[in-house]
């Protein structure tokens, strides 16, 4: 076999065995190949573990400082919560990095207007083999290029550009040898039709100033949900406060009776039967209590997951005590001025004429790519020729020898169906979120009304409550007089002492749905309740490095 074949056969089974190779990379195990990234074995996927239970057995380190215990109790006002929670509550911290993200897309659209400056060097030497004596077998040839490319936010590209050139030949009947030039070239190729026009290719950062600014809308709705989802956690915590007190209230009536039914039982009174129904009341009253201490122990666990303060974790065993009163003022509000406030605050409504606008936009740029592409293309050059680099320059200079082109290029699809259908799924996106705006605006509308309805019933309730809890303080004073006369039972005292604890206690509730209520306008309005205005920033890791 001769030597090219052999060549020729070696060089074949390289080839071979490298694609081999290739493709058993290819097809073999994820879990083998680094460059597909994260890889999880199927017995991490697929296999379950039980939950071990044991006991604690682990001590402190005798050179761990012991960690303060957290204090018994914290009393906070309503003030004090909402500025803990624009603080540390974790929803608004994911919120607010929203608009520090988007903003991103802004500087990388604009990016695509940036100037690119531009420089090579290349070198070549040859030895052809010739046969004739008209041309040279040996070149030794140095080109280099330098210039700037400027996109246009018209639609365009201009490009200005140096290109030199060092030539050296063998061949004899050459003048310049070395010969030098340098040219001077300066172009511009500019779209007619389709991607042509500033609006068009400013298209991508005029979406991204809209993201941006929705993003922002997001995050503003976002501080109004959680500080209203505060408000609202707290007046509850309250609620549970005062109804323990009331459970607790209601106890230490139903100790009393049983001592004034034991008084009259040793006195031959009454009958022993009174003792076991008082009996029976204390018992009540102290599930009463330990329901109420439990509700209060999920609201406190709600407030401080809600807080997110440091030293307060939820399974903390320390008490807050929230210390802003209710204030029971009946208010006359106007639905109609109420309804146009929140079509002009709330953050969805402006979210989706952001949106609206995003989509008018984006009709107007796909009708824009629907169009043919016609460019045009402009060239000019001045060349400069001579024996060293200095004298290209100066006939370069004196711009006696100049180049100029004109060209016209026009592409037109034959049916263009894509663009047309593009174009139409544009059309139809802005119509269905033009409804959707009209559909959210009967909603905001809807909330609206039922939130001044919600708070005059709720206002009603807080009067019926009072004068009932009024009423059943007077029957159960009356009831007790009647028992101590042997006009009536501990079970009629006790039934009496109930009514006033259920009476007290809607009227808590009544309390503090009122400021529910008041909450629930504002945040239907979109604005939150309360003299003081919130001032919110996005979050910017980047500033603090």
């Known amino acids: 076999m001769n030597k090219p074949m052999k060549y020729v056969l070696h060089v074949s089974a390289l080839i071979t065995i490298g694609s081999t190779a290739m493709l058993s990379g290819c097809v073999g195990p994820f879990s083998n190949d680094p460059r597909l990234g994260m890889a999880v074995s199927p017995e991490q ?3 379950i573990e039980p939950m071990r239970l044991e006991p604690s057995m682990t001590q402190e380190k005798d050179d761990q400082a012991p960690a303060p215990p957290p204090p018994a109790e914290i009393s906070l006002a309503l003030d004090d919560c909402r500025a803990l929670v624009l603080t540390n509550n974790l929803d608004l911290a994911v919120e607010l990095l929203g608009p520090t993200i988007t903003k991103q897309s802004i500087t990388e659209e604009q990016a695509r207007f940036e100037s690119l400056f531009f420089a090579s060097h290349n070198l070549s030497k040859t030895d052809t083999p010739t ?3 008209l041309s040279g077998s040996q070149t030794d040839a140095q080109s280099n290029d330098l210039g700037v490319n400027v996109p246009l936010r018209t639609g365009g590209n201009l490009r200005v550009n140096l290109p030199t050139n060092r030539f050296k030949t063998d061949n004899t009947f050459t003048t310049l040898n070395p010969s030098y030039t340098a040219d001077l070239s300066v172009s511009l190729s500019h779209n007619l039709l389709r991607n042509a026009g500033t609006r068009t290719n400013s298209h991508g950062i005029r979406i991204a100033h809209y993201q941006t600014q929705s993003a922002q809308a997001r995050a503003r709705l976002e501080v109004i949900r959680v500080i209203a989802l505060t408000d609202r956690v707290y007046w509850r915590l309250y609620a ?8 607790k209230q209601q106890h230490e009536l139903a100790l009393a009776q049983l001592e004034r039914a034991k008084r009259l039982v040793q006195a031959g009174s009454d009958a022993e039967v009174e003792v076991i129904r008082a009996e029976s009341g204390v018992a009540d009253g102290l599930e009463a209590i330990i329901v109420a201490e439990n509700t209060l122990r999920d609201r406190e666990r709600t407030l401080k997951r809600v807080l997110n303060k440091p030293g307060l974790v939820m399974s903390s065993p320390t008490v807050v005590i929230p210390t802003s009163p209710p204030d029971p003022v009946h208010y006359d509000l106007d639905p109609t001025r109420l309804v146009q406030d929140a079509m002009d605050g709330r953050m969805e409504l402006l979210e989706l004429e952001l949106q609206l606008a995003q989509d008018a936009s984006t ?13 045009l293309d402009y060239t000019y050059t001045s060349n400069g020729l001579g024996t060293s680099y200095g004298g290209a320059f100066d006939v370069l200079g004196n711009y006696d020898f100049e180049d100029q082109r004109v060209a016209v290029r026009i592409e037109v699809p034959l049916g263009n169906e894509a663009a047309k259908s593009r174009l139409r799924r ?28 919600e708070l005059e019933a709720n206002w009603q309730r807080i009067l019926a409550n009072r004068q009932r809890a009024i009423l059943a303080g007077r029957t159960l004073a009356a009831e007790q007089r009647q028992f101590e006369l042997g006009l009536r039972t501990s079970t009629d005292v006790l039934d009496a002492q109930t009514r006033l604890a259920d009476a007290q206690s809607a009227e808590i509730r009544s309390l503090a749905d009122y ?5 629930d ?6 604005t939150v309740l ?3 205005n919130i001032q919110w920033e996005p979050i910017d890791p980047t500033l603090d490095n």
């Open 45 to 47: 996927l697929r296999r």
């Open 131 to 133: 046969d004739t004596t």
């Open 240 to 247: 549970a406060r005062r109804e323990l007190e009331v459970r």
């Open 363 to 375: 009709v107007d740029f796909q009708r824009n790519q629907a169009l043919p592409l016609a460019t």
């Open 426 to 453: 544009a059309i139809l996106t802005r119509l269905r979120n033009s409804a959707t705006k009209q559909q959210r605006r009967a909603t905001i509308e809807q909330e609206v009304l039922n939130a001044v309805d």
């Open 515 to 519: 400021q529910i209520a008041q909450i």
């Open 521 to 526: 306008i504002a945040f239907a309005t979109g």
């Open 530 to 532: 309360g003299a003081a």
